[in-house]
């Protein structure tokens, strides 16, 4: 074999060990958000959907979620959350608007809204948390303390998302 065929041989094979290690994909992840500096929620006065006037509170593991309806994402992905917040126990879900009643209601026209749906009227809680992109979703613990954010918008109907939702309930994951 000639030293050019040699190099040539060689750099096949270094081409291929070099594909085969590349091609090992990473295990999903489970967890989709990321830490944050934790955060005590401030008392931002929160409107339940149909307006009874009660404050909504975080009195337990939650997913605070910013939405809007004129949002392409949030429109595709509240579907699920709020269709997983109907089947967990122990993780309280809060959707949060800042857009008038008339616009929500238009939006799950000609039902209901959810319950899990609130408006936040002046915008202060999504101020405070610095939420700029929708949707923005905020894991906040028992105490009202925001501690992880999942930018842009999950498949809440995947197993896996589920699982990790789930795991809020015991503090495996919030803190």
Do not use: N
């Not at 990321?34 to 009874?52: M, Y």
């Not at 809007?68 to 959350?81: D, F, K, M």
């Not at 309280?92 to 749906?117: K, L």
């Not at 610095?130 to 894991?139: K, M, S």
């Amino acid at each position: 074999m000639t030293a050019g065929a040699e190099q040539a041989a060689l750099r096949l094979v270094m081409s291929l060990v070099w594909s085969a290690v590349g091609c090992d994909d990473p295990p999903p992840r489970t967890d989709p958000s990321a830490a944050i500096t934790p955060f005590e929620l401030p008392d931002a006065p929160l409107e339940r959907a149909g307006g009874d006037g009660a404050p909504v509170r975080v009195d337990r593991p939650a997913l605070l979620h910013f939405w809007a309806t004129w949002c392409a994402p949030c429109r595709q992905e509240l579907p699920s959350l709020l269709k997983l917040a109907d089947e967990i126990d122990g993780v309280r879900v809060i959707a949060v608007s800042d857009e008038p009643w008339s616009a929500i209601e238009a939006h799950f026209a000609p039902g209901p809204v959810p319950r899990w749906i609130a408006r936040d009227p002046a915008g202060e809680l999504r101020r405070a948390l610095g939420a700029r992109t929708l949707p923005d979703t905020y894991v906040v613990d028992d105490d009202g303390v925001a501690r992880r954010r999942v930018a842009g918008s999950l498949d809440w109907a995947r197993p896996s998302i589920r699982a990790w939702v789930l795991s809020l309930r015991t503090g495996e994951e919030s803190r």
